[in-house]
């Protein structure tokens, strides 16, 4: 799967983004698409993944209540709501692709910055 993502710029506290993460290739193989991201110093996290389906999600907890994952296959796309932005949420944000039989994330997107201003 090839994956890039988009939508990253510079907000205020309390502002809102959409990041998009347009997926194409073998994208029936994918089991999840997560979105990950990597504050400036510190080690890359999961924020948030979403099924084939999009029956199932998963939220980091220090983004439950203010980010939303949802994606749109018709569109082969991946999108990640992000509200309430606070300053630690500053960071490279990557997608990524998780296949059936496998734990980890193999194909990943180039990263977009999300820059929060107090």
């Known amino acids: 799967v090839q994956l890039q993502a988009s939508g990253g710029g510079l907000v205020q506290a309390g502002g809102s983004l959409r990041l998009s993460c347009a997926t194409s290739?073998?994208?029936?193989?994918?089991?999840?698409i997560g979105w990950f991201r990597q504050p400036p110093g510190k080690e890359r996290e999961l924020v948030a993944a979403?099924?084939?389906?999009?029956?199932?999600?998963y939220y980091a907890d220090f983004v439950k209540g203010r980010f939303t994952i949802s994606r749109d296959n018709a569109k082969n796309t991946v999108y990640l709501q992000m509200n309430s932005l606070k300053p630690e949420d500053t960071a490279v944000y990557y997608c990524?692709?998780?296949?059936?039989?496998?734990?980890?994330?193999?194909?990943w997107g180039q990263g977009t910055l999300v820059t929060v201003s107090s």
């Open positions: 990524a692709a998780q296949y059936i039989g496998r734990n980890a994330y193999d194909d």
């Open positions: 290739g073998r994208t029936w193989n994918s089991r999840y």
């Open positions: 979403i099924n084939n389906s999009g029956g199932s999600k």
